[in-house]
T-cell receptor, first 111, second 112 residues
Framework: SQQGEEDPQALSIQEGENATMNCSYK?????LQWYRQNSGRGLVHLIL?????REKHSGRLRVTLDTSKKSSSLLITASRAADTASYFC???????????FGTGTRLQVFP | DARVTQTPRHKVTEMGQEVTMRCQPI?????VFWYRQTMMQGLELLAY????????DSGMPKDRFSAEMPDATLATLKIQPSEPRDSAVYFC??????????FGPGTRLTVL
């Protein structure tokens, strides 16, 4: 089974609003990564947070990690129509290079 | 601008035919991954290599799938014989160890 489960499965918001996506995973990890996929395209890495980190920022992105709850969240602030995409969390299993992807959240940002 | 390249971008074939997908990882990346994406199963890791050696291919149906890295600039994924259930988008990605992975544009495979 997939390592990560994300919610919501789909999210629709207006431009300017914030979007929050959550990810839960099952086992010990080296790090957790968030990726974005535009329709019909490959995945693009957004941000990586290590298991000993609790929060990380990159531009309009803010990621949190709670290893005690085995969960992470991705916040996109001041969303834009161009943020419309699917967002995946992915965990690198402890002591491996294996990246296991969650089910993804489809984000629609309306202008 | 370093990128992972994949060929072909699209492939339509008939059941029973051999399919070969190719990937050129980013120069200097020592880890190469093959994924399959479908609506039903999402993104699945099929196999991965480090320094050209296969480390894990547990996600791959062994009877018909094979993955190789003939050299550091080429990774291949073969399906023989192909079946309709193999229809999916196949992605290659490369990385330096457990860091961010760089994905190629994918090969969209349709098996009739």
């Amino acid at each position: 089974s997939q390592q990560g489960e994300e919610d919501p499965q789909a999210l629709s918001i207006q431009e300017g609003e914030n979007a929050t996506m959550n990810c839960s995973y099952k086992t010990s990890i080296n790090n957790l990564q968030w990726y974005r996929q535009n329709s019909g395209r490959g995945l693009v890495h957004l941000i990586l947070i290590r298991s000993n980190e609790r929060e990380k920022h990159s531009g309009r992105l803010r990621v949190t990690l709670d290893t005690s709850k085995k969960s992470s969240s991705l916040l996109i602030t001041a969303s834009r129509a161009a943020d419309t995409a699917s967002y995946f969390c992915a965990t690198v299993l402890y002591n491996t290079d294996k990246l296991i992807f969650g089910t993804g959240t489809r984000l629609q940002v309306f202008p | 601008d370093a990128r992972v390249t994949q060929t072909p971008r699209h492939k339509v074939t008939e059941m029973g035919q051999e399919v070969t997908m190719r990937c050129q990882p980013i120069l200097g990346h020592n880890t190469v991954f093959w994924y399959r994406q479908t609506m039903m199963q999402g993104l699945e890791l099929l196999a991965y290599f480090r320094n050209r050696a296969p480390l894990d291919d547990s996600g791959m149906p062994k009877d018909r799938f094979s993955a190789e890295m003939p050299d550091a600039t080429l990774a291949t994924l073969k399906i023989q014989p192909s079946e309709p259930r193999d229809s999916a988008v196949y992605f290659c990605a490369s990385a330096r160890r457990s860091n961010e992975q760089f994905f190629g544009p994918g090969t969209r495979l349709t098996v009739l």
